[in-house]
């Protein structure tokens, strides 16, 4: 198969990783002494293959950021990260299995409690993986977390997550971090930027969705998001752009209630569906 992005998503495989080690509210330890050397191999190559398009590719907060994540020599121990993490925005990472269920999910983000997998990929998946592993989860999202509207916005998320909930909204409220949190793209003076994860992790996506002319990309706007479906296992065909995490902060600032109500008779658009 063909380059693939780091992919995350609703799947009819079971999630890998074993669930056995995990509390009522999925988190588990970070098994650090279970990593074998091919692991923090696999880590250090993915890191350092990343590190080198990221200038003229990635958001600048996301580039200043990244050193916060430690050595890149070896996965970091998550609470080594969170001495760092919790006193720039009061943010703790902590270790789940693998994919959770959304409600938990959200409680988690909600308490702004991040939750990482802590296995990483065989070295046969280094191109492609079908679930987020350590790589992604760490990589892809922490750096972000280090700045402080990002991090708000996650916490908001959140909250809006176990609204949605309740309101049975959380495949629109999905496509939001869908095309925010893991595919956005932001405009920057310098240019045009990544500062999704799903982008930020993917050798192959981040020159693609900030270069190509294949994808369309359209200013942020939210019942567009909402009604707009993605795919998980190739690149995207859309992306939405924002001017400033204020401006994605401030957008998404109203009760989306109303809006979950519009929408529900509106037609979806196809994940690759063209604005005319
Ligand atoms: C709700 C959200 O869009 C998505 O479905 C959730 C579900 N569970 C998850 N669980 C983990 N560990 N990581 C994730 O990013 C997600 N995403
Ligand atoms: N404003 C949203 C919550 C939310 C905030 C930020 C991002 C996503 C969702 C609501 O009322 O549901
Ligand atoms: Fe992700």
Request: glycine share 6%; hydrophobic share 40%.
């Amino acid at each position: 198969m063909a380059v693939q992005p780091a992919v995350y998503g609703a799947s009819e495989r079971p999630p890998r990783g074993d669930y056995t080690r995990a509390q009522d509210d999925y988190t588990c330890a970070q098994d650090w002494a279970g990593y074998s050397a091919q692991d923090h191999d696999t880590y250090h190559r993915l890191y350092l293959r990343q590190c080198e398009q990221l200038p003229g590719l990635a958001s600048e907060a996301f580039i200043d950021a990244l050193p916060h994540l430690g050595a890149k020599e070896r996965i970091p121990r998550f609470d080594d990260v969170n001495e760092r993490l919790y006193r720039a925005t009061r943010w703790q990472l902590v270790a789940v299995p693998g994919l959770i269920p959304e409600v938990p999910f959200f409680t988690l983000l909600a308490h702004r409690k991040f939750p990482v997998t802590d296995w990483i990929r065989r070295p046969e998946e280094f191109e492609y993986i079908v679930e987020p592993d350590v790589f992604h989860d760490l990589f892809g999202h922490v750096p972000l977390l280090f700045n402080p509207v990002l991090a708000d916005y996650m916490q908001r998320y959140g909250e809006g997550g176990l609204k949605a909930a309740r309101l049975g909204a959380c495949e629109m409220l999905a496509r939001l971090y869908w095309y925010t949190i893991e595919f956005g793209l932001i405009r920057e003076p310098a240019g045009l930027r990544a500062y999704g994860a799903g982008i930020l992790s993917s050798h192959g996506e981040l020159p693609y969705s900030v270069q190509s002319p294949v994808p369309q990309r359209l200013p942020l706007q939210l019942e567009r998001t909402m009604r707009t479906r993605y795919k998980i296992d190739s690149y995207q065909q859309t992306y939405f752009v924002i001017d400033s995490f204020e401006q994605l902060f401030q957008l998404t600032a109203q009760d989306f209630e109303p809006l979950y109500a519009r929408l529900r008779g509106l037609p979806e658009y196809a994940a690759d569906e063209r604005v005319v």
